[in-house]
């Protein structure tokens, strides 16, 4: 083996070594794959009907329940149709449709610091 060879061949493993636990990393963290959804367990009470459509909700029920909060709380004016409680009729489980989903898209709600949901 030549000097230049031997040269091609230390960068070679200098790179694998550099790579290695990136690449480790990136396989772990399900980089190459995509993740499970998580397995809600839906609503059972209530009228089998949300406030507002299943796709909206699941996009926008932070942003729909903080402008319920200001213009409750800051606002004083009565919201039951997006008032928190009334989340608690059809979602009583919080740890098997809050949590998980939250869990999946790991996002830590300000919600449960003041609100109980069992």
Do not use: W
């Amino acid at each position: 083996m030549n000097g230049r060879q031997a040269g091609v061949a230390l960068v070679a493993a200098i790179m694998l070594f550099v790579a290695t636990p990136i690449i480790y990393t990136a396989a772990g963290n399900g980089l190459f794959r995509k993740p499970p959804k998580p397995e809600l367990v839906l609503p059972v009470g209530g009228d089998g009907k949300c406030v507002e459509v299943t796709d909206y909700m699941r996009a926008n029920h932070m942003k729909l329940l903080v402008h319920a909060r200001d213009r409750i709380v800051r606002g004083g004016e009565l919201l039951p149709k997006y008032h928190i409680e009334g989340c608690k009729n059809c979602h009583n489980k919080r740890a098997e449709f809050c949590d998980r989903c939250h869990s999946y898209a790991g996002v830590k709600p300000e919600c449960f610091e003041c609100h109980y949901l069992p």
